[in-house]
């Protein structure tokens, strides 16, 4: 593959992290639209986006997009795209997802019946082939419909990359490893400063974090679909990739990462996580209570996912719940905090509005991302 465009979806409201994530591996942005970020590439590329991005829900290789009003014009338009160009004659392949907003065509079902149906038309007439085993390598097919205007990718990455391996056993209603990178990400915590999470649950938020201080690439320890795909993506370059991953991991001097919860199940789990990833050593994890949050050093940070009413707490308690954790942050002068949930009365209780206040649907979920700020640490002086 010589140049070619990759799209990266993510959560919304989080494409400028995703963004300078592309950026800063090197790649050149095409197009940013709610939930994607499309961007220019080649085959390294797909290695090093599946391996090396924090905040993408997967990669995806643009095959194409077009405008269709109709099932007659889906068709036609999808067998016009060059499948040969990707898809070997024992590849198996099928549109695996289909969503369509403010299209004409809404029915996802008829929508990946009809795609499919084009996409053998145009494989037949290519490989001269009238049945095709589809025993080999996986090329599962998206589709976006976004007011008719139909965008086609092949699925490089197989399970989500939020999946990144390490956790097998969650909490209730744990967070996402791709959002919870990403809200670190919006946040100024560096490797060097405090992190506390005082509701971990299954301890994302810290093993996000104690992954970005060592410089652990995300995508290291699992596999992806495109692996398969040496049709397309050299072998090599996944090795080479991983490679370039290993040597990039540095190990902090010292770091203070800390998670709280006040189930003691729960933070088994995160401890078992945590040594998943390979950070366990990095991460102080204890059974505490958010009454009891306190930490004897000043400008921390507190970065958190508490519950909101969504299958954890009956709505009821969190009044109670948001107040304590409002008065413990208080005990913290020169601390800022940062929390992420869908409950409304949130500052009304924490008992302080927010500096800034960001939308962030998780899934369907509409969130508010609360940023509570401290003052900035004074500027250390050289000798």
């Known amino acids: 593959m010589n140049r070619i465009e990759l799209i990266a979806p993510c959560h919304f409201g989080l494409e400028a992290v995703l963004k300078r994530e592309i950026l800063d591996l090197g790649y050149e942005i095409s197009s940013v639209e709610d939930g994607r970020v499309t961007f220019q590439g080649d085959a390294e590329a797909v290695c090093r986006a599946n391996i090396f991005l924090r905040t993408a829900e997967r990669v995806l290789l643009k095959v194409g997009s077009f405008q269709a009003v109709s099932f007659e014009e889906l068709f036609e338009k999808t067998k016009a795209l060059p499948w040969e160009a990707y898809i070997p004659k024992d590849g198996k392949f ?49 589709v976006f419909l976004m007011k008719d205007q139909v965008t086609v990718g092949i699925d490089t990455s197989g399970a989500s990359l939020h999946k990144r391996g390490y956790r097998e056993v969650s909490g209730k209603a744990p967070i996402t490893e791709t959002l919870a990178a990403a ?43 495109a692996e398969k795909w040496t049709n397309l993506i050299p072998k090599k370059l996944w090795y080479d990739t991983v490679d370039e991953a290993s040597d990039l991991i540095r190990e902090p001097e010292e770091t203070d990462i800390q998670g709280y919860d006040a189930d003691e199940d729960v933070i088994r789990i995160a401890r078992r996580n945590a040594a998943e990833a390979g950070v366990e050593h990095m991460i102080h994890f204890q059974r505490r209570d958010v009454r009891d949050l306190s930490h004897p050093k000043k400008y921390g940070f507190i970065i958190t996912n508490p519950p909101y009413g969504e299958r954890l707490e009956d709505k009821k308690d969190l009044p109670e719940l948001y107040r304590a954790f409002g008065e413990s942050f208080r005990r913290l002068e020169t601390w800022s905090a940062y929390m992420i949930t869908s409950y409304e009365d949130a500052e009304r209780y924490f008992g302080r509005k927010a500096d800034k206040n960001r939308k962030i649907y998780n899934g369907m979920l509409k969130t508010y991302f609360y ?9 250390k002086t050289g000798r």
């Open 371 to 379: 940023q509570f700020q401290g003052p900035k640490p004074p500027r």
């Open 183 to 225: 809200l670190i990400m919006l946040t100024p915590w560096r490797g060097d400063r405090i992190l506390v999470d005082p509701f971990c649950g299954s301890g994302t938020f810290p093993i996000e974090a104690a992954m970005m201080a060592a410089n652990i690439a995300p995508g290291m320890n699992r596999s992806f679909t």
């Open 94 to 142: 099928w549109v695996t997802k289909a969503s369509s907003v403010k299209s004409r065509l809404f029915s996802p079902s008829d929508i990946q019946s009809v795609m499919k149906k084009a996409m053998v038309r145009r494989l037949q007439e290519h490989y001269h082939m009238e049945w095709f085993p589809e025993d080999g390598p996986e090329y599962p097919v998206r």
